[in-house]
T-cell receptor, first 114, second 115 residues
């Protein structure tokens, strides 16, 4: 059974550009969450989607957005990139939409903004 | 504020030693707690999930306990091996006056097991 797949694995972008990251959850999983990991802040929650609806959003500026498709695949977009957006972006999927469900993470996308 | 703390930040032990990693959280109203392992530059691997109604979970050489009243969880690793070297992260799903679908993470404990 394939795990959570994130593409691309690595990205280098220039300040001011925008970027789109993709996440394919484990087959059958309907909830997808996104997290940003940096050395200083650790892992911080960005947003969560279930059945194409955003249910939770973290404390990030509006430059960070996401969406989920009918096949549960999700994308997140960051516009007007800043140096501080350099981070490992992790996607997690869960089988159900219940809050006691287990989360499974992908390998992440390493974004470097120069 | 709902926070998760992991102490120590780093731990170095000789191979074969039994060890305990600690996680504390500020609010006892939780849905569950999950322990993860992260290798350098990689994603998170789920180790154990403990629901709020449970006291412990075991998987192989790993045992995790949960004490909601004191806001603590421990991850016990028996007979440590060099391959156990990684960062161990504790994550809590708190009640949050409605729906809360996010995990709140500690900063992790970097474990080094020396041959």
């Amino acid at each position: 059974k394939a795990g959570v797949t994130q593409t691309p694995r690595y990205l280098i972008k220039t300040r001011g550009q925008q970027v789109t990251l993709s996440c394919s959850p484990i087959s059958g999983h309907r909830s997808v969450s996104w997290y940003q990991q940096t050395p200083g802040q650790g892992l911080q929650f960005l947003f969560e989607y279930f059945s194409e609806t955003q249910r939770n959003k973290g404390n990030f500026p509006g430059r960070f957005s996401g969406r989920q498709f009918s096949n549960s695949r999700s994308e997140m977009n960051v516009s007007t990139l800043e140096l501080g957006d350099s981070a490992l972006y992790l996607c997690a999927s869960s089988l159900t939409g219940r809050m006691n469900t287990e989360a499974f993470f992908g390998q992440g996308t390493r974004l470097t903004v120069v | 504020k709902q926070e998760v703390t992991q102490i120590p930040a780093a731990l170095s032990v000789p191979e074969g030693e039994n060890l305990v990693l600690n996680c504390s959280f500020t609010d006892s109203a939780i849905y569950n707690l999950q322990w993860f392992r992260q290798d350098p530059g990689k994603g998170l691997t789920s180790l154990l999930l403990i629901q709020s109604s449970q006291r412990e979970q075991t998987s192989g050489r790993l045992n995790a306990s949960l004490d909601k009243s004191s806001g603590r969880s421990t991850l016990y690793i028996a007979a440590s091996q060099p391959g156990d070297s990684a960062t161990y992260l504790c994550a809590v799903r708190f009640f949050s006056g409605g729906s809360n679908y996010k995990l709140t993470f500690g900063k992790g404990t970097l474990l080094t097991v020396n041959p």
